[in-house]
């Protein structure tokens, strides 16, 4: 992992670190964004030009993988590189709340 990408992605942002966590199957842009409204129920929302300009840069950094197209939509998936930035952040949000003593705030 180069420095420029390590600088870029950690700590990474809410919005991409959805679409990682996402890619770990194979998706399409609209398909993740449904998911990820689901998974916080509904208190993240990515718009499309959100989304598509992250998995432009996602996949021109080496993140993602454009795999195919099936019905007018392109499908992505985790690389390794993508992989090791969002286990590096897995790991981060895990000491995170491991140090807050795993509390609820709310």
Wanted: contains cysteine; hydrophobic residues 35%; proline residues 3%.
């Amino acid at each position: 992992m180069t420095d420029k990408i390590r600088r870029v992605y950690i700590p990474m942002t809410e919005t991409g670190f959805y679409i990682l966590f996402c890619l770990q199957n194979e998706q399409h842009g609209y398909s993740i964004t449904q998911r990820v409204k689901e998974m916080t129920d509904g208190e993240v929302v990515i718009s499309p030009g959100t989304m598509y300009g992250s998995l432009s840069k996602m996949e021109k950094d080496g993140l993602i993988v454009f795999v195919r197209e099936e019905e007018k939509r392109k499908l992505y998936i985790i690389t390794p590189l993508g992989q090791e930035i969002l286990d590096i952040e897995i790991n981060r949000i895990k000491r995170v709340y491991r140090n807050i003593g795993g509390k609820s705030y709310e």
